[in-house]
Structures are given as structure tokens and as C-alpha cells.
Antibody
Framework: QVQLQESGPGLVKPSETLSLACTISGGSIGLYFWSWVRQPAGQGLEWIGRVHVSGGTNYNPSLKSRVVMSLDTSKNVLYMKLASVTAADTAVYYC??????????WGQGTLVSVSS | EIQMTQSPSSVSASVGDRVTISCRASQDIVTWLAWYQQRPGNAPKLLISAASTLHSGVPSRFSGSGSGTDFTLTITNLQPEDSAIYYCQQANSFPRTFGQGTRVDI
């Protein structure tokens, strides 16, 4: 049973870079894509993108210029960096295992607030 | 980008009722559609993939149907623990997109 646990700073200043990590346990990291999804308070879900251990990525065009995702297979950790953040990037950020046509396992999420 | 539209936005029902949620895609997505349940304060949970395939461990009172642009999630014999927001998501193309959600109150 795969388990995912997000971690991050909680608070980021405007214009800075948001860095998140997702620790993956109980599953083979190399067999899947790994995704990030975010959810502003009281709102719906927004798919940010996904990454494969091969280096292959798919990003949401709305964020593509600011986001980078990567995997550290030695540590079983998924990373996401989002540059030049604004208040609009305040949200709960989830990592998820991408079964290619669905998001089959999710972390519990980590709240990131953007404020000076 | 494919737009996903759910209806209704909210529904109130009683224990034992049957609830139907619709999801419409702005273009043909074949059967590349997933449904998720999100209980308050929790992460989304996969219910159904490929429009009608029940995910492991999901109760059989949940079912999905549809193809092309029109899809349905049906919950029969509604239980108190089914109180949640339900989202559809297309997996036909990138970016993956979600419906706006349907709140089910019991």
C-alpha cells in the first residue's frame, strides 16, 4: 500500500519560490508518473503536472513557465518548485500517484500560504 | 483545454436514497474519466476510473457510466459517510482537468 506525505514551508513570501517535497513509501517509484494537484480554500482541484523517473514531464500550461517537478529515486522523494509565487498560489498542495488515467493514491496535503 | 461541467452543484438527500451526478466534457474523451470523493478536511479519494471501473475497496453502491461527452456517477442506498464533494476528471488529454465539484449533503 503506497503512502505519500507532503512537506513544505507553510508560508512563502510573494515573488519567492515555493519548494515542496513528497515522500513516497510502500511502492515502486519507477513504475508510475507522480503528480501534483492543488486546491485553494473552498475551491476545486487544479492539476499542476506530473513527472516520471525517466524525466518525462507534463505540466499545466497555466503554470508551465513557473513549475519544475523532479524525482529523487535514491530517497523516494518527489519535488516541486513553483517560482514567482503570488497570493493566487495559496492552496493545499497534494501529491498523488498517477495511474496514467487516474490519480489512484493521494497524500494528505500541505497548506501553503503566500503572504509577506 | 477540455472543460468539465458537473451538475448539480449540490444535492441534499436522505439515507437510503439514490443520487445521480452528471459530468459533461467539452469534447469527446471516450471513457477516460475518473470520479473522486473528497470528505471535509481530507484528500480526494479515487472512486471510479475509465468511466465505470470501481476502484479497489470502493463500495458497490457507487457506479459510473457514460462515454464520449456525458457521464454519470450514481450512488445507491446513500449512507451517512457518503456526505462529501464529488469531482469528475478527464484523462483524455493534457492538462488534466476537473469538474467544479458536486456537494452531497445527507
Amino acid at each position: 500500500q503506497v503512502q505519500l506525505q507532503e512537506s513544505g514551508p507553510g508560508l512563502v513570501k510573494p515573488s519567492e519560490t515555493l519548494s515542496l517535497a513528497c515522500t513516497i513509501s510502500g511502492g515502486s517509484i519507477g513504475l508510475y508518473f507522480w503528480s501534483w494537484v492543488r486546491q485553494p480554500a473552498g475551491q476545486g482541484l487544479e492539476w499542476i503536472g506530473r513527472v516520471h523517473v525517466s524525466g518525462g514531464t507534463n505540466y499545466n500550461p497555466s503554470l508551465k513557465s513557473r513549475v519544475v517537478m523532479s524525482l529523487d529515486t535514491s530517497k523516494n522523494v518527489l519535488y516541486m518548485k513553483l517560482a514567482s509565487v503570488t497570493a493566487a498560489d495559496t492552496a493545499v498542495y497534494y501529491c498523488a500517484r498517477d495511474g496514467h488515467y487516474n490519480l489512484e493514491s493521494w497524500g494528505q496535503g500541505t497548506l501553503v500560504s503566500v503572504s509577506s | 483545454e477540455i472543460q468539465m461541467t458537473q451538475s448539480p452543484s449540490s444535492v441534499s438527500a436522505s439515507v437510503g436514497d439514490r443520487v445521480t451526478i452528471s459530468c459533461r466534457a467539452s469534447q469527446d474523451i471516450v471513457t477516460w474519466l475518473a470520479w473522486y470523493q473528497q470528505r471535509p478536511g481530507n484528500a480526494p479519494k479515487l472512486l471510479i476510473s475509465a468511466a465505470s471501473t470501481l476502484h479497489s475497496g470502493v463500495p458497490s453502491r457507487f457506479s459510473g457510466s457514460g462515454s464520449g461527452t456525458d457521464f454519470t456517477l450514481t450512488i445507491t442506498n446513500l449512507q451517512p459517510e457518503d456526505s462529501a464533494i464529488y469531482y469528475c476528471q478527464q484523462a483524455n488529454s493534457f492538462p488534466r482537468t476537473f469538474g467544479q465539484g458536486t456537494r452531497v449533503d445527507i
